[in-house]
Structures are given as C-alpha cells and as structure tokens.
C-alpha cells in the first residue's frame, strides 16, 4: 500500500505530464476500441433490423444491392418485378406470407415504402418484435400514410397532417405529387431499425401518385391530364417483396424455383446469409483501421515510456531519499513500475469510457445522417484483450525507466546537480 500511494503522490506531482500521457493513451485506446465497437454496434444494428424472413426477392441483380436497398433504404434497386410474379409466389403452396415493398419516392429525403397490411402484421425485428403505432392506425384509404418514429420526431408532424411526396429518393425533389396530398393516420413505435425513417402508404396509394404518368414519367407542360378515377387504379409491379416459407426445410426449395423463374428473371436471397458476406467483405477494412490503430496505441506507449525516462534525471535526488528513509532498490524498480501500469490503466480506463459515450450520444445522428442502424452493445472480449495488452505492454515498458532508476546510486543521487 505505501508503494501504492508514492506512485499516486509521484504522478500527482507531476499532475501535467501524467495526465498528457494518459491523454496520449485513452485517445490510442479510444481509436482501437472504437473500430471494435463500431463495427460490432453495426453489425448487431443489421442483424437485428429483421428477423423471420426466409426469403427476400427482387429483380435479377446483385444480393447485397437487393438487400440494402429494400431493406435498409440504401441505394436502389436495379429493377422492379410484376404483380402477376409477385402474386404467383404469393399464392405458392409452401409460402406463409409475403410482404410487398414498391419503392421510388420520398418526403423530405425519407424513403416511401408502399406495402399492405402484411407488413404491420409478419414484420418482426431484434427477435420476435413486432411493430406497433404509438399513434393511430396503418394506412386503409388511398391517401392515407403512416410515419416512422424519427420521421415524425424531426419533422414533428401530426395525426391529421397533409403531406405531399416527391418523386425520387433526394431531399430536395423538383417533381411533387402535389395533386395527391396524403393524410396522416398513423405514426409507429420507435423500433431502432430503418423502419423508423420511412413513410408508408399503400400500394395503390403509390398507383394513384402516377395516375396521370406515363412511361415513368409526368405530362408535359401543356398536356392534357387525365380525370383520377379510383376504379381504374391497379397495382402493376412492386419493387420486391419478403417471403415466409411455412417451414424452413422448403427455403431452398424456394429459393431455386425463383431464381430459376422463367417468365421473368428474379433473384431470392436468405437475409441472413447475405449479410455474412458483407460482414465478410468489411473485415478487411476492419483488419486495416485495426492495424492503424494499434500503431497509434503503440505511439501513445512510447511517449509514455519516454516521459518516465526522459524525468529520470530530474527524479536522482527523490530516490535517493526514497532509500534513505529505507526503501530498497527492488521497491524503487516496483515503483516506477506502478507509474506505468497506473498511467496505462487510467488511459485504458478514459479511452474505454469516451468510447461507449461517444456511442450512447451519437448513434442517433449516425443512423439520421448515414442510414446505418447502430446498436448499443456490451463488453466484448475483444475489447477485453485490448485492454490487458495495453496494460500489459505498459508494464513491460515500464521495466526500461524501473531497472534505470535501480541502477542510480545512493551517492549519484546526492551528489546530483
């Protein structure tokens, strides 16, 4: 315990210096940890945004453009199916339920998701969770809508509210939808997934938006447009759909019927399995933050190891009246050897916090700005290990300045100018 509270008295004599090293460390940690914790936050936020879905089909095209796109809202898809292909794998004798999405607008840069009432129904996410309105009701009549929790937090909107979509998935859209102004019936529970940032109507809510379009495009200035009649409003093609398979021996099954669909060429992808390859393909930037970090986890070491040093000159005199009053030679090595395992604890300690805060205060803005669903997760062992190395390596490096101070002697130190 003695030796404890010289090291703590030592360091706190030295209150700036000590504490710039630790700085130097805890942001060396901090850089480490925090590619660590990034990468598993990101990793459960995507795996956790939908649960229960054998199946996801789109368009013939890539699986991670497919999935991103129609799950997550990032990029879009190459292409869209017809309503027939979608009915035929709807009424299939070996599918539970199917969950329609047509793409293509937004509202002040939130996507548009057109669907029907099987998405407030087989939706689940993080497990068997399933969605639910904090206000409201889902959308029944053609112009109704209902609101995802952080599209109607930021854009405080209400029940009752018209809104008017664009054309187009870009914040500012010059192409409105202002003949069809849709009313507000409904604003979901905050899920923590890319649910939260969309707006949903239903399908033919999305057919009536280009009533009077042709070929994916408006009537020219000048140009007659037609009389919206309700009665004549049908649902041509979606842009994929979610599938259930009522058991999960018949997924493959599925999964090659699709792909192997002759009437239109189609692309199913099992969800889970799909997001192991991005995990896969993100490793390698992963492995490369990892190294960068650690050579500045490494350059935080040093300095550290070179301020112990560099004071050793200025400490001759306080060891050797540490062994006047009867401290040996191997307690002076243990105690400059405590500096360093405090310093390194304390940095590990500072580092290891201002990660998980920046985490808990950001996560939100990460999702806002980037679409990336974050997770707020625990302790890893990873970060575990981070953390006995660092302290480990300090120590190890500590032994340079400790077996310097042991070499000092009794006379050098008095003698000392």
Request: glycine residues 8%; neutral net charge; charged residues 15%.
């Amino acid at each position: 315990m003695t030796l404890l509270r010289l090291a703590f008295k030592s360091l706190r004599a030295r209150s700036l210096t000590t504490a710039l090293t630790i700085f130097s460390i805890a942001l060396s940690v901090m850089l480490l940890v925090g590619v660590d914790r990034l990468r598993s936050a990101t990793q459960a936020g995507f795996s956790g945004t939908l649960s229960h879905a054998d199946l996801l089909v789109g368009a013939r095209g890539g699986d991670l453009a497919l999935l991103l796109s129609s799950v997550f809202h990032i990029g879009n898809a190459s292409n869209n199916i017809s309503w027939e292909t979608y009915q035929h794998f709807a009424h299939h004798p070996a599918v539970a339920w199917t969950i329609p999405i047509s793409m293509g607008d937004s509202y002040h840069g939130y996507r548009v998701v057109a669907t029907d009432d099987n998405l407030y129904a087989h939706y689940q996410y993080r497990g068997d969770h399933t969605l639910k309105f904090a206000k409201g009701h889902s959308p029944e009549g053609i112009f109704e809508a209902a609101l995802g929790a952080q599209v109607a937090e930021r854009l405080r909107d209400q029940l009752g509210q018209h809104i008017v979509l664009a054309h187009g998935v870009e914040e500012k859209s010059i192409l409105k939808h202002d003949n069809t102004p849709f009313t507000i019936v409904g604003i979901l529970a905050p899920t923590g997934t890319p649910i939260d940032r969309a707006v949903y109507i239903t399908l033919l809510g999305d057919e009536a938006m280009h009533f009077d379009w042709s070929g994916g495009t408006p009537p020219a200035i000048g140009e007659p447009v037609p009389k919206f009649d309700a009665s004549k409003l049908k649902v041509d093609e979606v842009t994929s759909f979610l599938l259930g398979a009522k058991s999960r021996v018949s997924t493959l099954y599925l999964q090659r019927e699709i792909n192997t669909y002759k009437p239109e060429p189609l692309t199913s992808i099992i969800p889970a399995y799909t997001l192991q390859e991005l995990w896969t393909l993100l490793d390698y930037a992963d492995t490369a933050l990892s190294l960068v970090s650690a050579a500045v986890l490494v350059v935080g070491l040093l300095a550290m190891l070179t301020v112990l040093y560099t004071a050793l000159n200025e400490r001759r005199r306080e060891i050797a009246i540490l062994r006047v009053v009867g401290l040996h030679m191997r307690q002076i090595f243990l105690l400059f050897l405590l500096e360093s395992v405090l310093i390194a604890t304390a940095g590990t300690i500072a580092g290891i916090g201002a990660v998980y805060a920046l985490l808990f205060a950001l996560h939100t803005s990460i999702e806002n700005k980037f679409g990336l669903p974050i997770a707020l997760v625990g302790l890893s062992p990873r970060v575990e290990l981070y953390a006995v190395v660092t302290v480990l390596s300090a120590a190890l490096l500590g032994t340079i300045p400790a077996f310097r101070a042991y070499r000092n002697s009794l006379v050098d130190g008095l003698n000392a100018r």
